[in-house]
């Protein structure tokens, strides 16, 4: 019966947002919220899904990159919805810079763990998408934060990360670096392990995670 009731969810959501009707989207994940149901879960569970559902209807051309695009916007601005709602009253005063690597224009995956950051007392720089590395290298400079999150959403930036990540060890030998994205479903974890202190971490869970046990461990 769980089940059932978690799909019939997922679809509803799913068609509010492929109508383009983003007031009852808003609705929607106000009131998922206020089910006893927390901000990372419907991120994960509704928000994160839904997107990739219709990244997948997309790529079949059963919607149209209109409606990619709409749907992407209405997500984003949920996530500003709940902005106030996440930032940690403790802070940490850890500093993590969060970034797509260049080219890549799908920046809501990485918004998402710049929020998980946040909601655990970190100040997260999020730089967004289509991040040029010099850029990135003369930022983290000026920042000088206790860890990278990079995003890669398309499987064909690969070199764009694998430069990104050899200027950041070139420039920073020890920085720890988090790498993620949808990309990582056609493969290319093979390429982080090429680079110490480079950790894949698949999803939101995984990366609180980390940062919990980081944070523990001082």
């Not at 492929?18 to 919220?33: H, L, M, P, T």
Request: hydrophobic share 40%; charged share 25%.
């Amino acid at each position: 019966m769980m089940d059932k009731a978690k799909q019939n969810t997922d679809a509803e959501f799913l068609e509010l947002l492929i109508s383009g009707n983003r007031g009852k989207c808003s609705d929607f994940a106000q009131k998922y919220v206020q089910d006893n149901r927390s901000i990372q879960d419907l991120y994960e569970n509704v928000l994160k899904k839904a997107l990739y559902k219709v990244g997948e209807l997309w790529e079949y051309n059963k919607i149209s990159v209109a409606t990619e695009h709409l749907s992407s916007a209405i997500v984003e601005a949920i996530l500003n919805e709940f902005y106030s709602k996440i930032i940690s009253q403790e802070k940490n005063n850890k500093r993590v810079i969060v970034a797509c690597v260049e080219n890549e224009f799908h920046q809501i995956g990485i918004k998402m763990i710049s929020d998980i950051f946040e909601m655990n007392g970190w100040s997260a720089h999020f730089l967004g998408s289509n991040t040029p590395t010099n850029e990135l290298i003369s930022f983290t400079k000026t920042i000088m934060p206790d860890m990278l999150a990079i995003s890669l959403s398309l499987y064909f930036h690969l070199p764009f990360l694998e430069n990104m990540l050899q200027m950041i060890r070139k420039e920073f030998p020890t920085l720890t670096v988090l790498v993620g994205g949808q990309a990582f479903r056609h493969g290319g974890k093979d390429v982080l392990l090429k680079y110490e202190n480079v950790f894949y971490k698949p999803d939101l869970n995984s990366t609180e995670l980390f940062i919990k046990n980081l944070d523990n461990n001082g």
